[in-house]
């Protein structure tokens, strides 16, 4: 695992950007794994403008999504299919029947599920996924106790969650109790990871999950089990992390000796 921490979000935000453009050179059709939240909104921002400003290609990405609410319609204004439209699958040239975001009106979950586990599977598995990290730990909708084997499913959301998000509708009541998620499991067999995280409110939680023990109750310390994650964060986020001041020192020494490949040396 590396771990950079980046003094701004918008610094993080490029250097993310730049992690993602790197792997669309090497491989005009990979496979990327999407997540939402106000986290990445700042790295699609900077590839939006890479497409616009230096023709960074998407016409052969493929996308999956990593969760969605159960029954929000994807017009929704609080549907993660609505928020990828707006912030990002619009304003690049990729090609709509390669866009895949969990259906929150399937009528049969557990068959969409398996379909959607087979999706990524057909598709030659995900090349790069992008995660966020809720306040409780969580990546997608892996609730604390989720198993760290699991797959894509329907899950309960926990009252943390629910209160987390109440800001993004009229009333509290509006806000989505189940949402259909990638497991830990599926998500740990991507090729290459990113998580991203910004803000002092995460800082605890980041340090639990990168420094602590790996246990089901923090499903994003999974990831430390996995052989290519690079952690980014801004400086508030990174400010409980023990090890700081290393990962600083191991970040400023390959930027001096190897600056192309930042972000990829462990």
Same mark, same amino acid.
């Given at each position: 695992?590396?771990?950079?921490?980046?003094?701004?979000?918008?610094?993080?935000? @490029?250097?993310?950007?730049?992690?993602?453009?790197?792997?669309?050179?090497?491989?005009?059709?990979? $496979?990327?794994?999407?997540?939402?939240?106000?986290?990445?909104?700042?790295?699609?921002?900077?590839?939006?403008?890479?497409?616009?400003?230096?023709?960074?290609?998407?016409?052969?990405?493929?996308?999956?999504?990593?969760?969605?609410?159960?029954?929000?319609?994807?017009?929704?204004?609080?549907?993660?299919?609505?928020?990828?439209?707006?912030?990002?699958?619009?304003?690049?040239?990729?090609?709509?029947?390669?866009?895949?975001?969990?259906?929150?009106?399937?009528?049969?979950?557990?068959?969409?599920?398996?379909?959607?586990? @087979?999706?990524?599977?057909?598709?030659?598995?995900?090349?790069?996924?992008?995660?966020?990290?809720?306040?409780?730990?969580?990546?997608?909708?892996?609730?604390?106790?989720?198993?760290?084997?699991?797959?894509?499913?329907?899950?309960?959301?926990?009252?943390?969650?629910?209160?987390?998000?109440?800001?993004?509708?009229?009333?509290?009541?509006?806000?989505?109790?189940?949402?259909?998620?990638?497991?830990?499991?599926?998500?740990?067999?991507?090729?290459?990871?990113?998580?991203?995280?910004?803000?002092?409110?995460?800082?605890?939680?980041?340090?639990?999950?990168? @420094?602590?023990?790996?246990?089901?109750? $923090?499903?994003?310390?999974?990831?430390?089990?996995?052989?290519?994650?690079?952690?980014?964060?801004?400086?508030?986020?990174?400010?409980?992390?023990?090890?700081?001041?290393?990962?600083?020192? $191991?970040?400023?020494?390959?930027?001096?000796?190897?600056?192309?490949?930042?972000?990829?040396?462990?």
């Amino acid at each position: 695992m590396e771990i950079i921490i980046a003094d701004t979000y918008e610094e993080m935000s @490029e250097l993310a950007a730049d992690m993602i453009e790197r792997q669309l050179l090497r491989k005009p059709s990979s $496979v990327l794994g999407l997540a939402t939240g106000s986290t990445p909104v700042g790295t699609y921002k900077v590839l939006v403008r890479k497409h616009k400003e230096e023709g960074l290609d998407f016409s052969k990405v493929i996308t999956f999504n990593l969760d969605e609410y159960l029954d929000l319609s994807p017009s929704h204004s609080q549907s993660y299919r609505y928020f990828m439209d707006h912030n990002l699958f619009n304003h690049i040239n990729v090609d709509p029947k390669n866009i895949h975001v969990p259906y929150g009106h399937a009528s049969e979950v557990e068959e969409f599920c398996e379909w959607y586990e @087979e999706e990524i599977k057909r598709a030659g598995g995900i090349d790069l996924q992008i995660l966020g990290i809720g306040a409780d730990g969580h990546i997608a909708f892996n609730e604390p106790g989720s198993s760290l084997g699991s797959r894509t499913r329907l899950k309960t959301l926990t009252q943390q969650t629910i209160e987390d998000n109440a800001r993004f509708f009229d009333n509290p009541e509006e806000v989505p109790r189940f949402a259909i998620t990638m497991g830990v499991g599926t998500i740990l067999e991507a090729k290459q990871i990113i998580l991203l995280a910004n803000g002092a409110k995460k800082a605890d939680i980041v340090a639990q999950a990168l @420094e602590g023990p790996i246990t089901a109750q $923090v499903s994003a310390s999974a990831l430390q089990m996995h052989r290519q994650v690079t952690v980014i964060l801004d400086a508030e986020a990174g400010s409980k992390l023990k090890r700081a001041d290393y990962y600083r020192w $191991v970040f400023q020494e390959k930027k001096r000796l190897v600056p192309r490949l930042v972000g990829k040396v462990t």
